[in-house]
């Protein structure tokens, strides 16, 4: 069995990208994951309030999980790189970079 805690980026893009055509037959159109990414945030944010914020959990959450949900979440996103020619690894390091150079004394005490 493969390690999955040592996935890169760029094997994950891979993975998804070979699961899209051969079981998926193909993406989605970019707005229609756009709209799919916001659903699987809204059960995020779901996720999230009834674990961590001041509402319950109704009966029909309780087979929700945060990990089930961020891993959704980081699906569509792949699924939005990959259609766009997005290389996450690539990206990543730019933000980092990005918010290295802006926060680097923002959070000094």
């Known amino acids: 069995m493969e390690n999955h805690k040592?996935?890169?980026?760029?094997?994950?893009q891979q993975k998804v990208d070979c699961w899209i055509k051969d079981?998926?037959?193909?993406?989605?159109?970019?707005?229609?994951?756009?709209?799919i990414l916001t659903e699987e945030v809204g059960e995020l944010a779901r996720v999230i309030v009834r674990n961590f914020g001041p509402q319950v959990a109704k009966e029909s959450d309780l087979d929700r999980n945060?990990?089930?949900?961020?891993a959704d979440v980081l699906w569509v996103v792949t699924c939005l790189a990959n259609q766009t020619g997005i290389d996450?690894?690539?990206?990543?390091?730019?933000?980092?970079?990005?918010?290295?150079?802006?926060?680097?004394?923002?959070?000094?005490q």
């Open 6 to 12: 040592c996935l890169t980026l760029a094997e994950m």
């Open 23 to 35: 079981i998926g037959k193909g993406y989605f159109p970019p707005l229609a994951n756009m709209a």
């Open 66 to 70: 945060l990990e089930e949900e961020l």
């Open 88 to 108: 996450l690894t690539e990206a990543f390091h730019k933000t980092l970079q990005k918010k290295t150079k802006r926060d680097k004394n923002r959070f000094a």
